[in-house]
């Protein structure tokens, strides 16, 4: 399993952006699909984001958003930094939550969930808030 940290989170004003980032120091992530989730106290974890990896057969990267942040979280990796992104703009206070990202092998078109995901980072605490 990869061990994953994310950086990035902090404390932004509503409609404010930031963007998170996740490595696994010292591999790559280049065979791995990233998967990113949030989870809001007393809630359960939610999908977020999934980036799917590149191969030969379809060298562009694909992602899968949920309809709760389709239009202001984007997806992204950096397989030359060994890297994944989610850049989220005009936050809301209902963004609120502790950022995760998930190595795994699948976004499943979009239908994945946290148990499709075996190697995760310890995450990020997000705060929109004015």
């Not at 899968?64 to 890297?83: C, E, I, M, P």
Request: glycine share 10%.
């Amino acid at each position: 399993q990869l061990q994953l940290v994310e950086s990035g989170g902090g404390l932004v004003q509503p409609g404010g952006s930031l963007r998170l980032s996740c490595a696994a120091p010292g591999f790559s992530l280049d065979l791995n699909v990233i998967a990113w989730f949030r989870e809001a106290p007393g809630k359960e974890r939610e999908a977020v984001v999934c980036i799917s990896r590149r191969d030969i057969s379809r060298p562009d990267v694909i992602t899968y958003s949920k309809d709760s942040v389709k239009g202001r979280f984007t997806g992204s990796r950096d397989d030359t930094k060994h890297t994944a992104y989610l850049q989220m703009n005009n936050l809301k206070p209902e963004d609120t939550a502790v950022y995760y990202c998930a190595a795994g092998q699948n976004c499943y078109s979009g239908h994945y969930n946290a148990n499709d995901f075996g190697s995760w980072g310890q995450g990020t605490q997000v705060t929109v808030s004015s």
